[in-house]
């Protein structure tokens, strides 16, 4: 009996060790403990460069650019004297984007990183974006979107160019009982104004209550719609070695969560298509809308002309990092308008786009681009990013 109980001890002591030992696999395959370190997150860090660099030296900051599920669509061919942005028309996002409307709002973000940085390192840049209207399902060969032509200049560093490693996306809570306050808003809406761009900020309760109704019924339109959610989901990354591997998508680590929800998630097996679908909703509607002071919308003249596109991913950027540099945090909420597209590419009759317009009243303009900006409780974490190497195009 004794050595039969001394057996079962020493094989239950086994099985114990053994499913620790998993455990602590799995959460080291997860990346439960890693968050914001490795090769995937390395540009974050050398995102300067130095002279040795060249004209390739202010791409490092290009390539933190805001973009759509941090798809990263662009490419760079460069020369002596100029650089080329290329649409990475592979890297969309399907029935989401089906203009690739937002592919190029995050090719004018890289743009406007990159012209900050151009300045910062001693060169003018001169941007000639394309012309063209954007159309349904291009194929997927690389599109000249921008010619950016350098010349020498006295450098100047402002707080934007500072604020490019720092800004992140932030999908957590934000401070309710902290107000933006209306001449900031003034000052950010002023930055970005121009003839082709115009911003326009929701304080208003009633009118945040109502452009809050329109996201939400515009994320719930999405989620019922299996092609776009499918669309969305080929873009999530989880587990350490996934996220090494792609070096891009929406991750975990940048979901918002409490640094105890984040590891719990990790741990946790993937939750499938509905239901992460599910949660996004919950999240869209009980953490991002019900804690924002303040929404805002982007308008041009034409959502579709490529330039108004690239014009309106160049103002973003600018806005969200002059945010950055007041301590506020930003998130997209752009789902009325990806509705917009996804309804024109089936040929239904679009209503977020004319109740945008006429909640923020702005006749003769379109909405392009929705987002929420605040004080965060805690900060963001950063995305992955592909290495300068991987989108240089010879």
Request: charged fraction near 20%; charge should be neutral.
């Amino acid at each position: 009996m004794a050595t039969h109980r001394r057996a079962l001890v020493i094989g239950g002591g086994a099985a114990v060790g053994l499913v620790l030992a998993g455990s602590v696999y799995r959460a080291w395959d997860r990346g439960v403990w890693w968050s914001g370190e490795g090769i995937a997150y390395a540009p974050w860090q050398d995102w300067q460069g130095q002279a040795a660099d060249g004209f390739k030296r202010p791409l490092r900051a290009a390539i933190l650019a805001s973009n759509p599920h941090d798809t990263q669509p662009w490419l760079f061919g460069v020369e002596d004297g100029a650089i080329t942005v290329f649409a990475d028309r592979s890297r969309h996002l399907g029935s989401f984007d089906p203009f690739r409307r937002e592919m190029h709002l995050g090719l004018g973000a890289a743009v406007e990183n990159l012209v900050l940085a151009a300045r910062a390192f001693g060169w003018g840049a001169e941007v000639v974006p394309a012309d063209g209207t954007l159309a349904l399902s291009p194929d997927d060969t690389p599109m000249a979107a921008v010619r950016i032509t350098l010349a020498p200049m006295p450098a100047a560093r402002n707080a934007l160019f500072a604020a490019i490693p720092n800004r992140h996306t932030h999908r957590g809570p934000y401070r309710a009982d902290q107000a933006v306050g209306g001449e900031r808003l003034k000052r950010l809406a002023a930055l970005v104004a121009s003839d082709a761009v115009r911003v326009v900020f929701v304080e208003d309760a009633s009118a945040r209550s109502e452009l809050a109704a329109l996201i939400v019924a515009a994320t719930e339109r999405i989620i019922g719609d299996p092609q776009m959610s499918t669309d969305s989901a080929r873009w999530y990354r989880t587990g350490r070695r996934d996220i090494a591997a792609h070096r891009d998508g929406v991750t975990i680590d940048t979901a918002g969560l409490s640094p105890l929800m984040t590891a719990t998630a990790k741990f946790m097996p993937d939750l499938d298509a509905q239901s992460a679908d599910r949660y996004w909703l919950a999240a869209t509607k009980d953490t991002e809308l019900a804690t924002a002071p303040v929404l805002g919308v982007i308008l041009v003249r034409d959502r579709l002309d490529m330039r108004s596109a690239i014009a309106a991913g160049r103002a973003w950027q600018m806005l969200h990092l002059a945010a950055t540099a007041e301590g506020l945090a930003a998130q997209p909420l752009n789902q009325p308008v990806e509705c917009t597209d996804r309804s024109a590419m089936i040929g239904k009759n679009d209503s977020f786009g004319p109740a945008i317009v006429k909640l923020v009243a702005a006749p003769g303009w379109e909405p392009t681009f929705v987002f929420r900006l605040g004080v965060a409780e805690r900060p963001a974490g950063p995305s992955p990013r592909r290495a300068l190497s991987e989108v240089l195009r010879s």
